[in-house]
């Protein structure tokens, strides 16, 4: 699989523009003054708003999506710290870059020969969206060689790639064009946690590798009488992200657990078998399980066990600080998050008439959905709307 590496991604939506000059931007590097129609957006898979400043460590995959609300053409740039440009869309993998309207188009998509990755410098990034109603002539600005799979680009500097595509633009339409950024910032090299010694002497809850102690760990485990839920610790508290956490052997069924106690919280959160391990897969997924998978966060409140519903499922319930997992032995354990989750936890959630989730909460048609034992949840024209099987 090709490894792109990305030093500085910033977002650069494009819009329409008329007869009137385009506008270099410091933050949005260039933006289209008629304010057009034409709308495109741009994000990370770290911050789905395109809209926050999230952090990524030098090595790790980044993915970045799009969409627009009218048939667009669109070219992705970013610009890296030091003021390198790549553009990774249109490119030899995916080289028609002319995207539907109201169609979410993620970078590399499922399938893809490719991947990006973050490679630094460390600093401040700035991804790049240009959209347009016509294919634009920006010869001047990239080529692709022989056999090139990714084009060179032939501009120095976020002032250089302004000024260039404004050149582009300005002879458009003033409804023709528009643009949009998003930003990153990229941090030093990715450190996955090392195995922990086996010590002579038993761990004890909250315990660090320099006999510090977990405050916030050390209440959890009492107050969850660890003992008959957690089991006894199988590593020390560690690093995980921006907050620690320790691996216990579990108990029963209850499966193996861990404390979770994220950074700036005065209090830590047990996650249990099958959640953990669904929990800790996305992490893996996401960023090779360096910290919390970001469409979760930490978690946010102890895990609960579900009484049986009225369609005889019984299961396990864990609240985070982006959204909850539901695991049930039927189905399987599934993410729900955002509206979505809340209109679901608003009708009383697995014990309501639409039970248990069956599947991961997924996009259709560019909107979020999920379906469940006893009915669908659809988010259409922005509202979200509930259906009874």
């Known amino acids: ?35 057009p129609d034409l709308n495109v957006q741009v994000w990370t898979n770290r911050d789905a708003s395109g809209e926050a400043n999230p952090t990524y460590q030098i090595g790790e995959r980044i993915s970045v999506g799009i969409k627009t609300n009218a048939d667009a053409y669109v070219y992705l740039f970013n610009v890296n710290a030091d003021g390198a440009i790549d553009l990774f869309f249109p490119n030899r993998y995916e080289d028609s870059n002319y995207v539907k309207a109201n169609t979410a188009r993620v970078f590399p998509g499922g399938g893809e020969k490719y991947s990006l990755s973050v490679g630094g410098p460390a600093g401040q990034d700035k991804l790049l969206a240009v959209a347009s109603a016509t294919k634009l002539s920006l010869d001047d600005i990239y080529r ?56 002579t002497t038993r761990i004890q809850p909250g315990q660090r590798e320099n006999g510090v102690f977990d405050r916030a760990m050390v209440d959890a485990y009492a107050r ?6 957690l089991g006894n610790a199988t590593t020390y508290a560690v690093p995980w992200g921006n907050g620690w956490w320790q691996k216990f052997n579990g108990i029963g069924a209850y499966g193996d657990a861990a404390l979770l106690h994220a950074d700036g919280s005065s209090r830590s959160y047990a996650v249990h078998g099958r959640l953990l391990e669904r929990y800790l897969a996305l992490a893996r997924a996401e960023n090779g399980a360096t910290r919390p998978p970001s469409r979760l966060g930490w978690a946010a409140g102890d895990e609960k066990v579900i009484p049986q519903n009225r369609y005889g499922t019984t299961g396990l319930y864990g609240f985070f600080q982006n959204g909850a997992l539901y695991g049930s032995e039927k189905y399987g354990t599934f993410w729900l998050t955002g ?42 024209n922005g509202a979200v709307k509930i259906y009874r099987k």
């Open 1 to 35: 699989m090709r490894h792109i590496s990305i030093l500085t991604l910033g977002a650069l939506l494009v819009g329409t523009a008329s007869a009137s000059d385009a506008k270099l931007s410091a933050q949005s590097i260039i933006v289209n003054p008629a304010q």
């Open 144 to 199: 692709f060689e022989s056999q090139q799979d990714f084009a060179t680009v032939n501009v120095k500097g976020q002032d250089g790639l302004a000024q260039a595509l404004s050149i582009t633009v300005n002879p458009l339409p003033a409804d023709g064009w528009t643009t949009d950024t998003a930003f990153f910032r990229v941090g030093t090299v990715a450190q996955t946690p090392q195995p922990q010694p086996t010590p």
């Open 224 to 229: 969850l009488k660890g003992e008959e839920s």
């Open 339 to 380: 509206p979505v989750l809340k209109s679901y936890q608003g009708l009383g959630g697995s014990g309501s008439f639409l039970g248990f989730p069956t599947r991961d909460q997924y996009q259709l048609n560019g909107a979020w959905a999920a379906d469940f034992e006893g009915g669908t949840i659809r988010t259409v």
